[in-house]
């Protein structure tokens, strides 16, 4: 019932405004106000200007934005710069991860060895305790 009630007040608030023609106004002999769709006959009648929907605002245009008051040159460089600042930041990322690597390594494995001279050697407790702090402070400084 509701929907049935919703529906037909919306076709009839549809309708009249789609259906909206002229309107004449006039007033006769005895004084009395007439309004109609036709204007009378003999008779000097004004249209009545009926309210429609203002028109819809334009969308307003996005602020112009650096990039497109920027010049080709400007272009250019800002590109060039953020690719050097994308390549040190995936150096960087690389780096982290080698640390985070190489300090799992020495905390884990207490027997470590490394290259020293063309010959392998077992690094010792103190040297071993000393690359894990080494470490860490790298990690600390250089990764988020």
């Known amino acids: 019932m509701r929907r049935m009630i919703v529906t037909t007040s919306l076709a009839l608030v549809l309708s009249s405004t789609?259906?909206?023609?002229?309107?004449?106004?006039?007033?006769?002999?005895q004084g009395v106000t007439h309004f109609s769709e036709q204007p009378p006959q003999g008779q000097q009648a004004n249209t009545v200007k009926t309210a429609t929907p203002p028109p819809p605002a334009p969308e307003p245009k996005p602020a112009p934005t650096f990039k497109d008051i920027a010049d080709p040159q400007q272009a250019a460089a800002d590109a060039k710069v953020k690719k050097e600042v994308a390549e040190q930041e995936a150096q960087r990322l690389?780096?982290?991860?080698?640390?985070?690597?190489?300090?799992a390594q020495l905390e884990n494995?207490?027997?470590v060895r490394v290259e020293d001279g063309g010959e392998m050697r077992r690094l010792g407790e103190d040297e071993r305790q000393q690359r894990i702090a080494d470490s860490k402070k790298a990690i600390t400084e250089n990764c988020k």
């Open 18 to 29: 789609a259906m909206a023609g002229q309107i004449y106004k006039w007033v006769d002999a």
């Open 109 to 111: 494995n207490p027997r």
């Open 94 to 103: 690389k780096y982290c991860e080698t640390q985070r690597n190489n300090l």
